[in-house]
């Protein structure tokens, strides 16, 4: 195994941006600058910013507070805008759609700053039930495409995440994703895992990894009960093992329930993964 491989992976941990304040996001909120100077002590590399109303942020300021603190961002997160304002990609009222839209794409232009990716997971909405599915199936659809194309005219990707079926209504497994990225056939389009949702959905970790290498540019983490890895039984040794096989070069997010406390979680999280994969 070439450790020097493997040690590109860099490691993050989602934080809320401060207009951010929803009970429902697994993402620590509150003091931002405090928040994190915490992952900067302990050695992160980067954060996941979870942001609801990128438009309005000071991305100047967000930037000065995550350099002058050696981390860098690792992703745009967009769950905060289905749960904090009720927008969603794929929904039955044309304000609603539009309005995400437009938001998506003031989250890319954000990224596009940092030269990171957009992920959307819960935030695409649902398809319904099966009698409005076809034309609820056109919408989230062209409204990935849009996305898409306008990613890659700014340099980045919207990155899909499959998830369980207790939280959307489509796109479920690594292999669902994979056949999604394929159909809409964009560079602006690509893949991240979640090993929470994995670990319900997916009937293998190093299969659903071989088999999305090709869209495959992020990964959130968290184990069985969603708390910091290490703590449930997922096994992440076969986790770093599939990536390292893959060459992949991207980041491992913590975006977990910070218990017993954010400051232990992302301790005891980062520990666990830097046993796997190295310093």
């Known amino acids: 195994i070439s450790l020097n491989r493997i040690r590109v992976m860099k490691i993050g941990f989602s934080v809320a941006t401060p207009e951010v304040d929803t009970p429902r996001l697994p993402a620590q909120q509150g003091d931002f600058g405090k928040n994190l100077q915490v992952l900067s002590d302990l050695g992160y590399d980067g954060v996941e910013l979870s942001v609801c109303r990128p438009a309005e942020l000071d991305i100047a300021l967000l930037e000065v507070e995550v350099t002058k603190r050696n981390l860098e961002v690792a992703s745009i997160h967009t769950a905060a805008m289905g749960f904090q304002d009720k927008l969603w990609l794929c929904h039955p009222d044309d304000l609603i759609r539009s309005e995400a839209l437009d938001r998506l794409k003031a989250a890319?232009?954000?990224?596009?700053?940092?030269?990171?990716?957009?992920?959307?997971?819960?935030?695409?909405?649902?398809?319904?039930?099966?009698?409005?599915?076809?034309?609820?199936?056109?919408?989230?659809?062209?409204?990935?495409?849009?996305?898409?194309?306008?990613?890659?005219?700014?340099?980045?990707?919207?990155?899909?995440?499959?998830?369980?079926?207790?939280?959307?209504?489509?796109?479920?497994?690594?292999?669902?994703?994979?056949?999604?990225?394929?159909?809409?056939?964009?560079?602006?389009?690509?893949?991240?895992?979640?090993?929470?949702?994995?670990?319900?959905?997916?009937?293998?970790?190093?299969?659903?990894?071989?088999?999305?290498?090709?869209?495959?540019?992020?990964?959130?983490?968290?184990?069985?009960?969603?708390?910091?890895?290490?703590?449930?039984?997922?096994?992440?040794?076969?986790?770093?093992?599939?990536?390292?096989?893959?060459?992949?070069?991207?980041?491992?997010?913590?975006?977990i329930l910070r218990e017993p406390s954010y400051e232990k979680s992302a301790e005891l999280g980062i520990m666990h993964l830097r046993s796997l994969i190295g310093p």
């Not at 996305?147 to 292999?175: C, I, M, W």
């Open 108 to 255: 890319i232009e954000m990224a596009a700053h940092f030269s990171v990716d957009v992920l959307v997971g819960s935030f695409r909405g649902q398809l319904g039930n099966p009698e409005v599915r076809a034309q609820s199936m056109t919408w989230m659809r062209d409204a990935f495409w849009q996305a898409a194309d306008h990613a890659l005219k700014n340099g980045v990707r919207v990155l899909f995440e499959p998830q369980a079926k207790y939280s959307v209504d489509f796109g479920f497994t690594a292999q669902d994703g994979v056949a999604f990225a394929e159909e809409l056939d964009s560079a602006g389009f690509g893949l991240i895992l979640d090993t929470f949702h994995m670990n319900i959905e997916d009937k293998s970790f190093a299969k659903s990894i071989f088999d999305a290498r090709e869209h495959l540019h992020y990964l959130q983490i968290s184990d069985s009960n969603r708390l910091y890895p290490g703590a449930g039984h997922i096994d992440f040794g076969e986790i770093i093992n599939a990536l390292q096989a893959i060459d992949f070069d991207g980041y491992l997010s913590l975006q």
